[in-house]
């Protein structure tokens, strides 16, 4: 792996200084332990070899990206002490990286008062938004497109809160009109809006969502788990640049470091705009929150028990690539749009796929050229397995024929759901590899 010489000795020299300040420390493993560790791990690194190579440009598949090595860095750092972000008592220097990480997530979408901490994932973020809507509009419905994460449907469950779908457009965002005309029942409490969703990168209509939602006393979380992070670049369409822009007029909002934060799994977000909404966390605890009066991040959680390594690490990358305009990180997220681009113009152009919208982030979406549906999802399978055995490696999404009629009138509709090709462009390196990605599709194309 290009730099880990480069990564390692910088980890070792950290190691020893962190050393000096636990000196007092008693060695936890003799000398026979670590042998056997040794082979141990050995093993370890034989088994990981079966695996895609998700940090290599030609990975442009599914939605992974490795984490910068400050990241891993500071992570295996943390870990020497094994920090946990719940109470000062267990993590003191992590729990305040922790805050001061959030607070700078929180000024990218335009917040200077806020009430947030990480989470294990998207999920259980997501699940945190919903569940102080739910508190504040209880037994409401929660409204989310069709192309939405799966995820709002199970956590409404969970919760016991009905939940409903939105019809979405060609272009996967949620369908305005249907959205008005279903919240004049009065009923729903929540609206999510998705900016980008997972199969495509869509970007809702959030600043026709506010509108709506707001003339019908409803809240608005933003899952922008994939997207948050474009907040930061200049090369969006206008539609997706204003939807970003209003963000900061939302009730919530997620965002997972670990997909384009260049963090290690697993790193969400769940920010808040009113902190206020901390007294729904508020718990009584025998033992835990007795060794300062600051707020301890377990009590504006619902999870208990998070590792302080995961917010050292962000605070890391932060400190090195603050998430700002203009700065090397938001260079880097531009270049992944540029990717998605130039890879969205070669399919629309190329005789033997057909392309299926402009991308609104970094996904691309298309398909192998033919005339009825079932062959078009044949034929992906098959470009999709010929790319593979070339080193290149994508992914595979299958869509509603709801979305791909509109772009593909003269296709055959004998099924429902079609397969596609789709790309996730995350790695910056992919706007330099564009030329050998694009000549392996146009060789595997075709019947």
Known sequence: MAGSDREFRVLEKALHRLEGHLADLPAMLGDGEWDEIDAVISDVADRLADNYPYHQPLYAGQMLKPPHPVARIAYELALQINPNNHALDGGRASSL????????????????????????????ANLEALWVGGQLRPGMTVLASEQAHYTHGRISNVLKLPYESVPTDCHGRMDCGVLQQRLERGDAGLVVATLGTTA??????????????????????VDSAYGGYFALVDNLDADGTEAFARIRDADSVVVDPHKHGLQPYGCGCVLF????????????????YFTSDELHLGEISLECSRPGAAAVALWATQRL?????????????????EAALALWSFVDAHPGFRAIGRPQLDIVVWAPRADRAGDISRMSREVFDRTAERGLHLALAQLPRDMLAPFWPDVIFDMDRVTCLRSCLMKPVHADNIGAITAILGDCAGN
Do not use: N
């Open 321 to 337: 690539l603050p998430p700002v305009p203009g700065g090397r990180f938001a260079a880097d997220l531009r270049r992944c749009r």
């Open 97 to 124: 990286m922790e805050k001061e990480a959030v607070a700078e997530l929180a000024r990218m979408f335009g917040w200077s008062r806020h009430l947030g901490h990480l989470t294990g994932g998207g999920t259980m």
């Open 200 to 221: 495509t990168g869509a970007v809702d209509p959030l600043p026709q969502i506010l509108d709506l939602a707001r003339r019908h006393d409803c809240r608005v979380h």
């Open 273 to 288: 705009a009113d902190p206020g909404v901390g007294k729904f966390y508020v718990h009584d605890s025998a033992y835990t």
